[in-house]
Every structure is written in structure tokens, then in C-alpha cells.
């Protein structure tokens, strides 16, 4: 793989020394040599001594912890910036508290040709309502508002937005005075980031890989497409981040692909897939997943949005694995996840299983899965790039999932223990700005999941969220601090390292030193997170906390 200009390996040789590694090389190392921006060896304290007079600096850690660089696997990078720019309604207690958040964020920013606003939940509000069109044009005076709901699916706006987007009263997903979905929501979501100047959106995107690099973060899996985003966009990032030092960007592009001219686009556009978020349904949030038995607080009879059938999968998946490249999909609901399952083995059937295995497509989401489905999985060689925080914020028996579908529906969401014993890999993302970046975080979600029967070790999490993201973009070599991996590691503040697991006879056998396992931080909900002092991608310094 060819590095960008800003990634070009650092030529200087560094010794860290007096902390703990985590790596499977040495599940008791101390100390890790980085020569020319990838790891050069792993060991003891007492051996660090050879190599402290060749080197060109000698860090001291103090005790801190050095652990691969998380990777996000399902982010969207310019609404992540703007999210951390813009009007934040995640915090919002009551519809009431919404409208007074915009209207103070209306009048503080006169100079934006629209306002841009992110993460309202009506569901968490006791009117279990949004805000109508005319409360919001009440509180905006007279401004284009664009305020997606948290997963993103469905919007509310203003009239004077709508008045931007010609004909779209007669789009699918236009309702007069309720959230849009559909080609309504993609229209509006179009003219308002359109109204984002470039200079605006380098600057979200700048401010979104700073944030994640803060985090411990060293590569983002950005998933654009038509219906998310534009290829200016798309194409700004890349450069961008091939330009500038930070977290890598790997880009998916999620278009449907018929044949070699279309994958050539694909490649052309700087995309390693056509894959993310190519929709399949939409959201449970927004009502739009698609089922095979109805809402339960839904109309009679609603089971969702279908985008893509099995027929469409299936060349879509055939073309992609003819020209090369990887295909994937956005599926939540379960009569989605199986049109998923049902075109790809449908393309194996064309292809043969070896040649669809070894593209590694993937799925986004995949939320509702059955035993079947997790079988076919495995059998395909799906990997399942997952966002466990998406349980912590809405799992659970009084949460947004058992509303929707019934506490039994509901109680199987989110399968990763499941995944994990088929041997489907995992890889973790946020989502973001659906969910924030927050990757100690999304690991604490799966081991303590809401439903005991999902949940998964520390360890197999935190794989899941470093080594499994470089293995969905194809690379077995990194995502571990070993000899010959890129040097992209993060150091860490933390508590007394042990192992969790969710049997605890495994947790106590494997934090005896006979083990040999590499402890991981206390992830316990309530305790303290660790804090991330510095994070490095492929031996470049991309974040130092101040002060440290």
C-alpha cells in the first residue's frame, strides 16, 4: 500500500521504555522500539538497555500503557466536524430545551447561510414528539434549518430550507409536518450541505480528525455516498487527510456497481470499496429498517423501508468481486440483513464461495440477526462492521429497541458473542455523529452489553475495534504492536491493567501470570476511562495532550 505525502514513514528510531506494552510478541513487554515509522521490536525493560545509545530519542512513559492506534470503521467525517461545530441537541431533556438551544444558536451565528444541527431524540423526551415545522420556524426567524435526528435517517427543517429544495413536496418521505425520510430527506440534507462553504467543510474536517486523534484514533473508515454526502466532499477528505498529518483515512464510496467501468469510478473517486452505507433499509429510530414482522409501535402492518432486494445485492456483489473491489452494504432489520445474506450467496453461487470469501464484503450495522443469518455469515466471510455503542444508547428493556419492537425482538439485537463463536469478524465503529468517537467507550458497550448473553471479553473488543478494522480494509499485518506493524499506537493515563471476560472463570484464569494474556484497562461501568496522552500514525505524532 502506498502511503500519502503525510504519511510517510518517520525516518528516526525511538525507544519507549518504563511502561506497559500491549502485544501478543511479549504479553509482558515494558519497553517497544519504532525504526522508520514501524515496530522494530518488543521486550523487557532489562533488554531496552542494548538499544537506549542507537536511537534517535528515548521516550519515558512513566508507568503509562502503549496500545495499537483504535480504528473507526463506520464514520462520516465532515458531519462529525460539523456535529462538534454546530448545534449539539444530543443533550437536550425535552422538546422545549431543543427550541431554546436554537433559537440561541440562531442568533449567535447570523453569518451561516444554514443552520446545521445534529442529535435530537424524541424518543428519550417526555412528549415523545419532535418539533413541528412551525415551532421551528418560530424559533429560527425565518432561517433554512436542517436538524437530522440522531440516526440520521429522517429530519426536521424549516420552510424556508424546504423553499430551497423545488418539487420536494412531491418526493417520497415528504410529510407536511413530520419528519422526512426518503428521497425528501436525502433532497434537503443535499441543499443544506450544499450551503456549506469549502472552507467551512475543511474545517469540520479538520476538527472531526482532531477530535478522534485526541481519542487514541489513528484510522477512520470514512462512509460516503450520494445519499450521505457528494463526491466534492468525499474527495476534499481524502486530500485533505493525504495531505495533512492526523488520522489515516480509508474511503468507501457506497454507489451500486454494474461492471469494470463502474468499479473504475468507484477507484477513481479514491474509494477502496463500494461499500458503508449503501442502503439496503434505513434506521429502527425512524421507523424505516426493514422487517419481516411489523413495528410494534408502529401502523398496522409497517415493517420498514426496503432499498435493495437480493437480486440487486446479488450483482452488485458479483460486479464488485469480478473488478476486484469491496462490496458492502448498510442493513439493520432482519428481512434486510437476509436480502444481504441471500444476494451474496446467491453471487458465491455464480463466482464460487472462495472468491467471495476472499473480498471480505462487509455489512454495516447488521443489527438483527437470527442464528441463521450469524451462520451465513460466517459461511460467506462477511465481516460485520458494528457499533455497540448503538445498544448502550438504546438497548435495554425500557429503551428505544424494545419500543420499537417488542423486549423480545428487541433482547436479540446485537449478537457480537454470537458473532464471535461462528468466527465472524467484528470490526467496531461509531457511526459518528450518531454516536460520538469514543472507542474505550464502544469496548465497554460489548463487554457489558445490556443483554448478557451478547457480551464478549474486554480483549476480544478491543481486537475488535484495532486489529478488526485493518482486517475489514484487507490488511492482516497491523492493527497489533508487533515487529514489522506500522508504528500507529496510542499512550495511555490508566488504572491497574487486569482482564475481563465475561465468565468470570476465564477473568481469573487469565489474569494469572501463567496465562500469559496482556491485561487491558478497567472498563467496569463507573470507572474512569483511560486518557489518552499521545497518539502516533505510522510514527508521526498526530496528538500530545497539553501539558504532559
Known amino acids: 500500500m502506498t502511503e500519502s505525502t503525510a504519511l510517510q514513514s518517520d525516518h528516526r528510531t525511538v525507544l519507549l521504555r518504563g511502561g506497559d506494552v500491549h502485544s501478543p510478541a511479549d504479553p509482558f513487554a515494558t519497553a517497544m522500539v519504532v525504526e522508520r515509522g514501524h515496530v522494530a521490536w518488543v521486550g523487557s525493560e532489562g533488554a531496552a538497555d542494548a538499544f ?5 530519542e528515548v521516550v519515558d512513559l512513566d508507568g503509562a500503557l502503549v496500545t495499537p492506534a483504535f480504528t473507526d470503521a463506520h464514520v462520516h467525517t465532515t458531519s462529525s466536524g460539523l456535529a462538534l461545530t454546530g448545534l449539539d441537541l444530543s443533550g437536550a431533556r425535552n422538546l422545549d430545551e431543543a427550541l ?12 451561516d447561510r444554514v443552520v446545521l444541527g445534529h442529535g435530537w431524540d424524541a424518543a428519550r423526551w417526555p412528549e415523545q414528539r419532535p418539533p413541528s415545522r412551525a415551532e421551528l420556524d418560530a424559533a429560527a426567524a425565518g432561517r433554512p434549518v436542517y436538524l437530522p435526528r440522531v440516526d440520521v435517517h429522517s429530519a426536521v427543517v424549516t420552510t424556508a430550507l424546504l423553499d430551497l429544495v423545488p418539487g420536494v413536496t412531491g418526493l417520497t418521505g415528504y410529510h407536511p409536518d413530520a419528519p422526512l425520510t426518503g428521497a425528501a430527506h436525502h433532497a434537503v440534507r443535499a ?17 472531526a480528525r482532531r477530535h478522534a486523534a485526541s481519542l487514541g484514533i489513528g484510522t477512520l473508515h470514512e462512509c460516503g455516498g450520494p445519499d450521505i454526502s457528494d463526491e466534492e466532499d468525499f474527495a476534499g477528505l481524502l486530500k485533505l487527510a493525504a495531505e495533512e498529518s492526523g488520522p489515516r483515512v480509508h474511503g468507501y464510496w457506497a454507489e451500486q456497481v454494474a461492471d469494470e467501468k463502474d468499479a473504475l469510478r468507484i477507484r477513481e473517486l479514491g474509494a477502496i470499496g463500494a461499500a458503508g452505507d449503501l442502503f439496503v433499509d434505513g434506521s429502527l429510530g425512524s421507523h424505516t429498517a426493514c422487517l419481516h414482522e411489523p413495528y410494534a409501535d408502529g401502523p398496522a402492518g409497517h415493517t420498514g423501508t426496503a432499498h435493495l432486494d437480493a437480486a440487486q445485492i446479488a450483482a452488485h456483489v458479483t460486479a464488485c468481486t469480478e473488478a476486484g473491489l469491496q462490496a458492502g452494504f448498510h442493513a439493520i432489520g432482519d428481512a434486510a440483513v437476509t436480502a444481504v445474506v441471500e444476494g451474496v450467496r446467491a453471487a458465491s453461487e455464480t ?11 462487509r455489512v454495516e450495522h447488521a443489527e438483527m440477526l437470527t442464528p441463521q443469518t450469524v451462520a451465513a455469515f460466517a459461511e460467506l466471510g462477511l465481516t460485520a462492521s458494528v457499533q455497540p455503542a448503538f445498544d448502550a444508547a438504546w438497548g435495554g428493556e425500557e429503551g428505544m429497541y424494545a419500543r420499537r419492537l417488542g423486549a423480545e425482538r428487541a433482547r436479540t439485537l446485537n449478537p457480537y458473542a454470537a458473532l464471535l463463536r461462528a468466527g465472524v469478524p467484528l470490526a467496531f465503529g461509531s457511526d459518528s455523529p450518531v454516536t460520538p468517537f469514543d472507542p474505550w467507550g464502544t469496548v465497554r458497550a460489548a463487554a457489558f452489553h445490556r443483554t448478557p448473553e451478547h457480551r464478549i471479553s474486554v480483549r476480544a473488543g478491543f481486537t475488535a475495534h484495532t486489529r478488526g478494522g485493518w482486517r475489514a480494509v484487507g490488511r492482516d499485518d497491523a492493527g497489533l504492536l508487533v515487529p514489522g506493524a506500522p508504528a500507529d499506537y496510542a499512550v495511555w493515563r490508566t488504572s491497574e491493567l487486569l482482564v475481563q471476560a465475561p465468565d468470570d472463570r476465564v477473568a481469573r484464569w ?34 500530545e495532550r497539553p501539558n504532559e
Open 100 to 111: 431554546t438551544l436554537l433559537r440561541s444558536h440562531v442568533a449567535a451565528h447570523p453569518e
Open 191 to 207: 441543499a443544506a450541505h450544499g450551503a456549506v462553504s469549502p472552507a467551512q467543510r475543511a474545517a469540520a474536517q479538520r476538527a
Open 510 to 543: 487469565s489474569t494469572d501470570p501463567r496465562s500469559g494474556t496482556p491485561g487491558l484497562p478497567d472498563l467496569t461501568p463507573g470507572a474512569e476511562l483511560p486518557v489518552c496522552l499521545r497518539t502516533v500514525v505510522l510514527g508521526h505524532t498526530v496528538y
Open 52 to 56: 537506549a545509545s542507537g536511537v534517535d
Open 351 to 361: 463466482l464460487g464461495l472462495a472468491r467471495i470469501r476472499g473480498a471480505r464484503h
